[in-house]
Every structure is written in C-alpha cells, then in structure tokens.
C-alpha cells in the first residue's frame, strides 16, 4: 500500500535527551513536511525538505533537527534544546508544487517529555 | 502576505441536519487550490474536498460541499446529513509559494446523536 508511516506512535522522553521521529514514504512525492501540534490548536510548520539533501527551516524550527538523506526518508530530532517539546508531531509529503501543492499526512507520533 | 482564518473554534451540530464551517483567506495569486482537512480523534488527517480558484462550479464530495467566493475569498465548507463520524478539527488550508502551506486555526465540530 502506498502511504505514511511515522514510529513510534508514542514516544517518551526524560528532560536533556535528545529523540529521533521516523517518516517514511512510498508515494514518491519529492517534498515532506514535519509539523507541530499542540492541544486544540493548529499546525505549525518546523520543517521542510523540497528534495533529497536540501532542507528549509519552517516557522518553528529552533530545538529541532532534520536530515533528508533519501527521497523517502525525513527523520525528526528533538534536541535537549526544545524548551517545551511534549506535542503531537505530523508527518507530510507534498504532491505538486506552487498552488497545486496537495498535502498527504502520516499518522503521527505523540512525544512527552517526562 | 497569505493569511487563512477560521472564526468559529468550536460547533456542534445535531446528526442528520446540515452545518457550514468558515473560512476567509487572503492571497495575491490569480489561481491557487483550497483545501479542507479533517482530523478525528484518531488525529490522522484526511482530504476532504479541494478547490481550484479559477473553476466557478464549487466542489462537491458526497455530503460534503463548499460555497466558494473568489471576490469575498471566501471558501466555506457544508456538511449535509452530520454524521457521528463528522465529529473532528477541521483545518481550511491554502498553498503559500513553492512548498509551504497556511492552516487555519481550525473548528471542533461534535456532531450529537
């Protein structure tokens, strides 16, 4: 099946360690997306990969790192550096560019900071 | 700069009747997709119906249409016949440059039985 997977689905941290999200996709869509959600609000942008190796710094990416070694990977570290990074996260890919950009979402990982 | 506003944070709406969710937005672009977004409580998101600016026909997706206003930028999003499985956040969304995409603020809709 073509899809999203992000893992785990719930992640635990203690305060000062760092944490990597995985995302993965099979829908050969160059771009994906890591967002940010926090109770009853909206997605905030962290970060954005266009194409393998290139990565752009979204609205929130302070505390966060991302590599995009392959077009179907895009993996999400929290740093001890994130002051307050218990949060739901969302994977996306990206069909299209420009105003025709339809966005695809994986399932998500809940992390909490212990 | 591209803005999208949700105005209502919270709806209810009882099973099989019909409610309309809003959304305004703000763009310099001649032509662009919107989109709505579900997300339920199983937190996945879904597509649930997209408009293309220049088509004058709104679109529709069984229950689900939309009143498109390209003068007022206005893109309101109808759901006929609620179902119990409509409850979810609803997030409008519009395409910003290349790559980037504005989300809304969303709307909870509880749809009660």
């Known amino acids: 099946d073509g899809g999203i997977t992000q893992s785990p689905k719930y992640l635990f941290r203690k305060e000062g360690q760092n944490v990597t999200l995985s995302c993965e996709q099979n829908?050969?869509?160059?771009?994906m997306y890591w967002y940010r959600q926090d109770p009853g609000q909206g997605l905030r942008l962290i970060y954005y990969s266009q194409i393998v190796n290139d990565f752009q710094k979204g609205d929130i990416a302070e505390g966060y790192s991302v590599s995009r070694e392959k077009k179907e990977s895009f993996p999400l570290t929290v740093t001890s550096a994130q002051k307050n990074p218990t949060a739901f996260y969302l994977c996306?890919?990206?069909?299209?560019?420009?105003?025709?950009?339809?966005?695809?979402f994986g399932p998500g990982t809940r992390l909490t900071v212990l | 700069a591209q803005t999208v506003t949700q105005s209502q944070p919270e709806m209810s709406v009882q099973e099989a009747e019909t409610v309309t969710l809003s959304c305004t937005y703000d763009?310099?672009?001649?032509?662009?997709?919107l989109f709505w977004y579900k997300q339920p409580p199983s937190r996945q998101m879904i597509l649930v119906i997209r408009q293309e600016a220049y088509k004058q026909q709104n679109a529709t997706e069984n229950r689900f249409s939309v009143n498109f206003q390209k003068a007022a930028k206005s893109f309101s999003l109808k759901i006929s016949d609620s179902q119990l499985g409509d409850t979810a956040m609803y997030f409008c969304a519009l395409p910003s440059g290349t790559y980037k995409y504005i989300f809304g603020t969303g709307t909870r809709l509880k749809v009660l039985a």
């Open positions: 996306a890919t990206g069909k299209g560019q420009g105003r025709y950009n339809e966005q695809f």
């Open positions: 763009t310099s672009e001649s032509n662009y997709y």
């Open positions: 829908l050969n869509h160059d771009a």
